[in-house]
Structure formats: structure tokens, C-alpha cells
């Protein structure tokens, strides 16, 4: 299981990059320590594979276009494909550490167009109304999904017939949460056609995030009115285009600063910041230190 601190995106699609993802067994299991990432929290992003998580302690906030919900130690749940979210560490008191099964579809349904995949993976994976499966303790079925989870992190990758066994258990999840969504699947969703083009004027700002992004052109990438551009960022990201902007530009900051020796004067120019001075002040009010002692923190801190 790898260790997770930070995230990062692919170059081309500007989906979320995911290590160690193999073409040959697209799967793979990490731990990720919430409290360890700047502000506590994991930025907006989407992939294409699935996401089966589990809460192992702390507390943790699930966002996504269609509203938040909490998940306390103990719970977990399934993250479709495609679907935009973010999460928030929410517990003061104790470690946020979050596990996750993270794996393409094709993994259970085999070859494209294959019947499993027509009658148990596409119904799930093509319903922009299921975002999130939910599952919390005290529901004897979710339970059930739950200690499945659970015993598929106990497999290990040096024992034989490891990938047939991993394949088996989650092919059972995935069974038990194609029941569960069935409720979920007579639901409208009114957030599929935003999700397109939100995700459209994310690629933009993550392809030109250096440069000065005027509403009008950032409306132009998604073929949407301005108007329509703020509406989407609300109903999607529940913020404003340019309070988007400004955060990911402040992410692409923070990894620079982890990362490399640029002085700070620098940094704040490629990352579209401007000066120097101004980048200090939202950096302090993003980060609550400066660059120097973000990167610091981050360049001792031993991964």
C-alpha cells in the first residue's frame, strides 16, 4: 500500500495522476494521511478509475457537484468514475487517515463490450446521478460492503494467485453496490451536462494557469456565455472562477516550493501570481506560514 501526500495531474488529460497504475492490472491501494497535505485537504480533481475508500480514523468530508457528505471512522463508500470531488480532513483530535482501493472497471468487466460489462459496470459507471455510494456502520448490507473492503487490504501482492484473489473480492463489492445503486439509478441528475463543461474550463486553467485568464476566455473553452461560466463554477465547485483560479495556482505553487530550490520570486511569476509581495500575502492566508517556511516544512519532512 503506498503512502499518498500529495496530488498530482496528468499532463495531456488533467485527470488525476495515480502512481504506480499499471495497464496490465490497473489497481492500486494507498493510505493517505490528510493532515499531511497543505490545508487538510485533497484539491478538485477527477479519474477515470473507480475509487472504494474506507475511513480508518478521523473524520472526512466528501465534495462533489451534487452537495457533502461526512464520512466518520468506520464508514466508507465507492466514488464513480469520472465524477469531480474533493475531500476535507474534518477530526482536531485524532490522525485523518483515509484507505482506498483505486481501479479501472476493466479490471472486473475484462474485454470492452464484454456482457459484465453491459449489465453490471456500465449501469453504475454511466449514471452521472450516482456520484457517491455511501456506506456507514449500523446498515447490515453496507456493513457487509465495508469488512469486505477491509479484508481486500489485507491481501498481499507476494502471495500466490494474488491478482486473481484481489480480482474476486472486488468483483463481490462491486456486486453488493450494484444493489444498492439501484434506488440511485431512478434519480434525475441535473449536474451531467455542467460536469462536461466545468471539467473543460479546469483543463483550461490547468493548461494556462501562468498567464492572465480573462472570464471571456475561459467561458470560450467550455463554448459557454459568462454568464453560464459562473454558473457552472457555482452549481460544480460551489466557488467563483476566479477563487478557482487563485487555488490552483496556489497548489502549483506549493509544488514548486516542495520540490525545488526556486527563490521565491520566482515561483510567484509561474505560477500567475505576480509580485512577490502579494504572492507572500494569499500564499500566508492559503498555507498560515510563508513560502520559505512551507518549503521547509515540506523539504525536511521525510516521505
Not at 488525476?16 to 487538510?40: C, K, M, T
Not at 445503486?181 to 434525475?188: G, W
Not at 452549481?235 to 506549493?254: F, G, N, S, V, W
Not at 501570481?273 to 521525510?302: I, M, N
Request: proline share 4%.
Amino acid at each position: 500500500m503506498k503512502n499518498i501526500y500529495s496530488i498530482e495531474f496528468h499532463t495531456g488529460s488533467k485527470e488525476e495522476l495515480l502512481p504506480d497504475f499499471a495497464s496490465d492490472y490497473p489497481y492500486i491501494a494507498s493510505r493517505v494521511e490528510l493532515d499531511q497535505h497543505i490545508g487538510r485537504y485533497t484539491p478538485w480533481h477527477w479519474h477515470k478509475a473507480v475509487e472504494l475508500f474506507y475511513m480508518e480514523s478521523g473524520s472526512l468530508e466528501y465534495h462533489t457537484p451534487g452537495g457533502k457528505l461526512l464520512f466518520p471512522a468506520g464508514s466508507g463508500g465507492m466514488v464513480n468514475s469520472n465524477v469531480l470531488h474533493m475531500t476535507k480532513a474534518v477530526s482536531q483530535t485524532e490522525k485523518n487517515i483515509q484507505l482506498l482501493h483505486i481501479f479501472d472497471v476493466s479490471l472486473l468487466a475484462g474485454e470492452q463490450g464484454s456482457r459484465i460489462e453491459q449489465k453490471y459496470i456500465t449501469p453504475v459507471t454511466a449514471a452521472p446521478q450516482i456520484e457517491i455510494i455511501p456506506l456507514f456502520p449500523g446498515n447490515k448490507a453496507e456493513e457487509k460492503i465495508l469488512q469486505l473492503i477491509m479484508e481486500a487490504f489485507h491481501f498481499s501482492n507476494d502471495e500466490f494467485g494474488y491478482e486473481v484473489k484481489l480480482r474476486e473480492a472486488l468483483s463481490e463489492i462491486w456486486l453488493m453496490l450494484f444493489e444498492l445503486s439501484r434506488p440511485m439509478d431512478e434519480k434525475k441528475s441535473e449536474h451531467s451536462k455542467s460536469n462536461d463543461k466545468i471539467k473543460m474550463m479546469m483543463i483550461y486553467i490547468h493548461e494556462h494557469y501562468q498567464e492572465k485568464i480573462s472570464i471571456s476566455e475561459l467561458a470560450a473553452a467550455a463554448y459557454l456565455s459568462e454568464r453560464d461560466c459562473f454558473r457552472v463554477f457555482h452549481d460544480c465547485l460551489h466557488m467563483t472562477p476566479a477563487e478557482y483560479i487563485r487555488a490552483y495556482r496556489l497548489q502549483a505553487a506549493c509544488q514548486m516550493l516542495a520540490k525545488g530550490q526556486e527563490p521565491v520570486t520566482v515561483i510567484s511569476h509561474e505560477c500567475g501570481l505576480g509580485s512577490s509581495s502579494y504572492f507572500g500575502k494569499v500564499f500566508r492566508e492559503y498555507a498560515h506560514c510563508t513560502p520559505l517556511e512551507y518549503r521547509k516544512k515540506w523539504q525536511d519532512y521525510d516521505i
